[in-house]
């Protein structure tokens, strides 16, 4: 790995010059990208330069150590041993840098919230998750935006889609995207029996205009009065808008806000994200079949995790992680889990790569 670490100041060093480049500089798209890329080898040499650093000094306290001896020989082999542990960890701090990027870091986040299969208990079992993930975000500092929400007659959501910004949203949320179970006595069940239900969770890296550049006569766009659970009229004028991808099929609706407009902006931030996750995802003809990927069919028996009030237990099938806090999990305290899922990840990804 000493001969990648030289390769990568040699890249450094390329890059800082283009970083002058009147060429590069006039060029906001390319700028950006050079930008990016100094950033990601500044860490990367950082940390391989401090290895380097610490394995030339462990092993001149070798030498040191085969020469001496009484008090000397113990000192310099506690020394020897604090740079043997340093180097190590060093080594995997840089073998991980070297792993290939995430390319949504950075990214802030849609969420889409859908209630699954399990009626209007489905619909209430969206607006917790919906709250859990609102209350996450707060802890982090994040901004949490409603896009666009469908409340349902009971106070769930049958779908909501909100925006998450922040420097980390993308790379802690990735992993909630898919069907999640929830195992409870609903409001509406008079006997006290225990039901399961599901809710389906998007998670979308949300796309700029550079990314992904759509063409409006790609474009069917329709306008309606918005309307809220039970046909409530919420608007008297035609301000909702449902904009028809017709290459793909993509159907995105949008009627929160009262502007036309503002909605219309709504709904194609939510379609070129949606656009870009595909593409990335599974870079197939198909673009529903990259969104299936994450909700699967939504129904029980496919889930990422599951919700047990019963028991106050949380379980993470992809990882095989329980836990006894549902109460605290739901209030936004998701931490553990977010950890846990971002420790396997990293495990499989250096696994991978040896």
């Known amino acids: 790995m000493l001969d990648r670490l030289v390769q990568l100041e040699d890249e450094l060093t390329v890059v800082e010059a283009q970083l002058g480049d009147p060429g590069i500089v006039t060029d906001r798209i390319r700028f950006a990208e050079v930008g990016r890329r100094h950033?990601?080898?500044?860490?990367?040499?950082?940390?391989?330069?401090?290895?380097?650093?610490?394995?030339?000094?462990?092993?001149?306290?070798?030498?040191?150590?085969?020469?001496?001896?009484g008090d000397e020989k113990a000192e310099l082999t506690e020394m020897a041993e604090l740079s043997d542990s340093e180097v190590a960890g060093l080594e995997g701090q840089f073998r991980f840098l070297l792993l290939p990027k995430d390319p949504n870091a950075g990214k802030n986040v849609i969420l889409e919230i859908r209630g699954a299969e399990g009626g209007e208990e489905a619909n209430l079992f969206a607006r917790d998750l919906f709250e859990m993930y609102r209350n996450y975000a707060a802890g982090k500092?994040?901004?949490?935006?409603?896009?666009?929400?469908?409340?349902?007659?009971?106070?769930?959501?049958?779908?909501?889609?909100?925006?998450?910004?922040?420097?980390?949203?993308?790379?802690?949320?990735?992993?909630?995207?898919?069907?999640?179970?929830?195992?409870?006595?609903?409001?509406?069940?008079?006997?006290?029996?225990?039901?399961?239900?599901?809710?389906?969770?998007?998670?979308?890296p949300e796309a700029d205009e550079v990314e992904i550049q759509i063409d409006t006569n790609d474009l069917d766009i329709d306008v309606f009065r918005a309307s809220g659970p039970g046909g409530q009229s919420v608007n008297t004028t035609d301000s909702a808008v449902r904009i028809t991808h017709k290459p793909t099929g993509l159907v995105v609706s949008m009627q929160d806000e009262k502007s036309q407009l503002q909605n219309k902006d709504k709904a194609l931030r939510v379609l070129r994200s949606r656009l870009l996750k595909a593409q990335q995802d599974a870079q197939a003809a198909e673009l529903s079949a990259a969104r299936r990927d994450q909700v699967g069919g939504g129904g029980r028996s496919e889930k990422i995790r599951t919700y047990n009030f019963k028991e106050n237990r949380v379980t993470d099938h992809r990882i095989g992680l329980t836990l006894y806090k549902l109460d605290k999990v739901l209030s936004g305290e998701l931490e553990e889990v977010v950890e846990?899922?971002?420790y396997d990840e990293r495990q499989r990804q250096l696994s991978s790569s040896d």
């Open 141 to 204: 500092g994040w901004k949490f935006e409603i896009m666009n929400a469908d409340p349902s007659d009971l106070g769930g959501f049958s779908d909501v889609t909100a925006v998450v910004r922040g420097d980390a949203a993308w790379s802690r949320l990735k992993h909630e995207g898919g069907p999640h179970r929830v195992q409870r006595v609903p409001v509406t069940e008079s006997q006290g029996r225990v039901h399961t239900s599901s809710a389906t969770v998007s998670v979308l």
């Open 39 to 69: 950033s990601e080898l500044s860490e990367i040499v950082e940390v391989g330069r401090r290895w380097r650093a610490a394995g030339e000094d462990a092993a001149t306290a070798r030498e040191m150590l085969a020469e001496a001896s």
């Open 340 to 342: 846990a899922l971002l």
